[in-house]
């Protein structure tokens, strides 16, 4: 080849690379969990690169406790997180019948390793520990911890933080409500940890612990339908500027992660998280802060 022409094709090809990245390439947005953010081609309804084509698999722990899910089956639409779940799925271009349940563990779901299912629903708040392993979508419900306790019992009166350190506490393993006993309780001996909320509620009710801590609608729940002699003593006041919040858990590479992020904010936006949360969850009225 003729060395002009040599120089003239390079500097061609140059410039249609150069061209080509500068219109083609251009980086996106990262989104949480170190996917990339939603786009249109990437978030087209209905045709998200999930675990079974055509389909989204969500997991969720059994049993499935009301308020979140009512009658113990998730698939029924009925609870705050089965209908944030269709919502998430209507969003994402799937309608119901394209939503297929898997059992999966509590602990498992956002432990490290691949994952069975595209998005996990299981009242797992997002935290930086559990970043290391899995990505999150953007929180679709704001927490808070409470501590249910048997009427006239030492623990129901108590009026303070400090008010707990003597009583003998509860909680469900790889909680935040663990968390919450541990670093802001305190109390005088190790709390009593269970597999399950149930193991929690049964123990308080045969006088195992005096006291065990949940999440504010699930105390709700037990005060009002299981155990009816248990009150609920107080609730936590959210620490620091970041506020404690439930997540859809996906793998740590999930490629949809920023699709069912995109599609968590749209239904905050429209109105549709506050809306099923009255509808399905109790409100925080006359509980007090303990402090």
């Not at 698999?57 to 009658?71: H, S």
């Not at 639409?77 to 799937?94: C, H, M, Q, R």
């Not at 349940?101 to 691949?114: E, H, I, K, L, M």
């Not at 590479?253 to 509808?279: I, N, Q, Y």
């Amino acid at each position: 080849m003729h060395p002009s022409r040599r120089r003239v094709r390079l500097t061609v090809c140059a410039t249609v690379v150069l061209l080509g990245t500068a219109v083609g390439c251009a980086p996106q947005d990262a989104a949480p969990g170190g996917t990339q953010a939603a786009g249109k081609r990437s978030c087209a309804p209905g045709r998200l690169a999930t675990v079974t084509p055509g389909t989204v698999t969500v997991g969720t722990d059994e049993p499935a406790y009301a308020p979140w899910f009512n009658d113990d089956d998730p698939a029924n639409g009925k609870g705050y997180e089965s209908a944030v779940t269709y919502a998430v799925a209507a969003e994402l271009g799937y309608g119901k019948g394209a939503v297929r349940w898997r059992n999966v563990p509590f602990n498992s779901a956002f432990a490290p390793g691949a994952k069975t299912f595209d998005f996990d629903i299981n009242q797992v708040s997002i935290s930086a520990s559990r970043r290391q392993a899995v990505a999150f979508s953007s929180g679709y419900y704001d927490v808070r911890q409470a501590v249910v306790a048997l009427k006239g019992s030492k623990a129901a009166g108590a009026r303070s933080i400090a008010d707990l350190k003597g009583v003998r506490l509860g909680a469900q393993v790889g909680t935040t409500s663990l968390d919450v006993v541990n670093d802001t309780i305190r109390p005088d001996r190790p709390a009593a940890v269970f597999q399950k909320n149930d193991l929690a509620k049964s123990a308080l009710k045969n006088g195992q612990v005096d006291a065990i801590l949940v999440d504010l609608p699930t105390a709700f729940y037990i005060t009002s339908a299981e155990l009816k002699d248990a009150v609920v003593v107080g609730q936590f006041a959210q620490r620091g500027p970041a506020k404690e919040q439930f997540g859809l858990v996906l793998d740590k590479e999930s490629p949809l992660t920023g699709c069912v992020t995109a599609a968590v904010d749209a239904l905050r936006r429209k109105g549709t998280l506050a809306a099923l949360e009255k509808r399905w969850l109790a409100d925080a009225v006359d509980v007090p802060v303990l402090k």
